[in-house]
Structure formats: C-alpha cells, structure tokens
C-alpha cells in the first residue's frame, strides 16, 4: 500500500487551486474595465445663470420690459432697479 502522508498537500494543492482561479478571474475583471472603457459619472453641464434665465423669460414675452430691466439691475448688483 502506498504512504499518501497525513492529507495536507491535497488541501493545499486544493486551496491552491481556488486561489489561482480567483486571482485569474480577477486580473480579468480588471483588465476588461480598465481596458473597456467603462464610462465614469460625468458632472453633469452646468444650468444657465440667471442673467439668462431672466433673458428667457423676457424672449417668451413672460415679463415686460420694465420688469426685465429692473431684476436685471437687481441681479447684477447695480443697486436699486430702475422706476421708470
């Protein structure tokens, strides 16, 4: 009958075994969302300041012209808006 000794290299060659296929399935991994372009969170683009808003509103005929100048004065720091 031959020694097979006390079972440790089965475990270890076992473990070993896991040990590879892991770290082979792993470097796989990696590599594909390294290497493919795997898309990353934008910021998304900044909205419009309010000189613009308030300009939009203007050209949809939402607020008059007196109204416009006045916010528009106010927004820009000029100080107290136009009375007209």
Do not use: K
Not at 13 to 38: E, N, Q
């Amino acid at each position: 009958m031959m020694y097979w000794g006390n079972g440790w290299g089965y475990l270890m060659m076992g473990l070993g075994m896991i040990v590879f296929w892991g770290l082979l399935i792993a470097g796989i991994v990696v590599l594909v969302r390294f290497f493919g372009g795997a898309s990353r969170p934008s910021t998304p683009p900044p909205g419009p300041n309010p000189q613009q808003l308030l300009a939009e509103r203007f050209a949809r005929g939402e607020i008059d012209e007196r109204e416009y100048r006045d916010r528009l004065a106010m927004l820009q720091g000029i100080g107290q808006p136009i009375n007209r």
